[in-house]
């Protein structure tokens, strides 16, 4: 770590979808800017983005850049982990966020020992429900995670002033990331096909029970079922983007097959009724979302877009070391930032960070990535 070399001035990189922000920390790496091993990645967010592609392979996880291609926004923190770059993950949450709860853990990454999958032990719901628990992993990792709320009160008073900065511990060296989402969280699947309450009719269809006890044989036993009901469910709407349709579907007709079927009828005449073709997989990402509850949503006031900024944010960056770098991801083609509030919160967090750092002019990413449009 003593051989790293400096940027002049903290970059700045803004990003649309959050997963490219992994291409500037893997080419600080590779510029020895930052260590091979021993990254903190700092990261505010209304999503902790710390899923896995059910399908990554672990030796995917560990091909450098070749995995870049392979991850979407919800799951390219892992990975890098799995690759031993980032070594500890400090989530912080708006209040309106609680897909983990707070503390710090280890948590190990490795590949599954059969398929060679990679998965993780962690027995949190975050983790069963998408059925990538695995008590036994080969090529294994340990990271930490911690969870804490970011809010415009956290830094009130004194004492919850340093129990915050303790409790989270930032050290050198560190990214700093975020996602605009934070100060403002939409979510893009509560208007698919509203008419016929497509994400609401999704809820018991996707939906997961977590097991009331830690029992090994009892946690095996529900990732096993819900990955199979997952399984089920990926190729029944994929036979559904083929044919629009589940006639001659040859997999089993079970309970889920009969769900599935309701609803794709109604989604096929709302389809119809709007002059469209049906989009059965983002009906599916939004059943994927639905297992414990639904995603997180809360449109702010520009009052509180401020205060988190103001109050949150600024008082966070003065009492931590700088960072190495910075990524921000603005979230709001897939409508995770709202679009009418994406530019503002933008410019408040960007003017934030100049005033505490010495910071180079930010580079637009997202500009040159979007000239197709």
Known sequence: MT????????????????????????????????????TTLLHLDAHPDMLIDRKLKGEEARSGRHVLPLL????????????GHIDRVVWLRPPWASQFRDDTRPIHVGDHPTSGELRVDCKEPYYLSDALYSPQLVNKRKFIFTSAELSDSSFSTDESNQKFITNINVKHPYVLDIDLD??????????????????????????????????????????????RQLEELENLFQHLEQYDSLDNYAGEKSKLYDM?????????AEAGRLNEKPDWWAVFAGGCTRDQGGLPYHISTEQEIEDLVKKGLVPLLKNIPPPVLITIARSTDDGYCPPHQVDHIQSLVLDALKEIYDTEDPALYYLSVNTSE
């Open 260 to 268: 599935v079927d309701e609803l794709a009828t109604a989604v096929l």
């Open 3 to 38: 051989n790293l070399k400096k940027f002049k001035k903290i970059p700045i990189y803004v990003v649309e979808e959050h997963n490219d922000a992994l291409q500037f920390i893997y080419s600080a790496i590779g510029g020895k800017k930052l260590p091979l091993e021993g």
């Open 182 to 227: 934070f100060f403002s969280t939409g979510n893009p699947f509560l208007g698919l096909y509203k008419n016929i309450n497509v994400y609401d009719r999704l809820q018991p269809i996707f939906e997961f029970e977590v097991p009331d006890v830690d029992e090994a044989d009892t946690i095996d036993k529900v990732v096993a079922a819900r990955e």
């Open 72 to 83: 979407q926004i919800e799951n390219w923190i892992v990975p890098a982990a799995a690759a």
